[in-house]
């Protein structure tokens, strides 16, 4: 699992943005927030959800709290578009190519617009998946908003 191309293109990304993380490989899939935070033995707000939208057809990237759900229309309002909703997998797979329960918020073909729950910064370490279901790492808030260049946000 170590080998995997997407776990490979996620630790790429992170020494490309300068730090040294280890993807840490979990002994089953988690698909779900709740599973990820009791595997890990940490809260379920410190778990960075990778959910990928499709909003005007065109990718966005919230990191959400594992502790709460996006508020869609907060979200789309805020940033002007139309039409902001679940991208199917296909959608997803295309534009990160990772697959749904495993997406990390980063390791992508190109970069995708990205939103960063201002939730996430009350922990003083978040963990995000790491390009399959079974992988994820630990990163800070801060590091997480810079290698993503994403964008702080409320959208909750």
Request: zero cysteines; charged letters at 20%.
């Amino acid at each position: 699992m170590h080998n995997h191309p997407n776990v490979i293109a996620v630790r790429d990304a992170l020494e490309n943005a300068g730090l040294t993380i280890e993807v840490v490989i979990l002994d089953e899939a988690v698909h779900t927030a709740a599973a990820a935070a009791a595997a890990l033995g940490i809260e379920v707000g410190q778990i960075a959800n990778s959910l990928i939208f499709d909003a005007d057809g065109e990718p966005l990237l919230v990191l959400t709290s594992g502790a709460h759900r996006v508020d869609t229309a907060k979200v789309a309002a805020s940033l002007g578009v139309t039409k902001l909703r679940r991208a199917t997998p296909e959608f997803v797979r295309e534009h990160t190519g990772q697959a749904i329960g495993g997406v990390a918020p980063l390791g992508h073909p190109k970069p995708v617009r990205t939103l960063v729950d201002v939730d996430l910064e009350q922990y003083p370490v978040i963990w995000a998946a790491g390009g399959v279901p079974r992988s994820v790492f630990p990163i800070t808030y801060a590091e997480l908003v810079r290698i993503t260049a994403g964008t702080p946000a409320e959208v909750a």
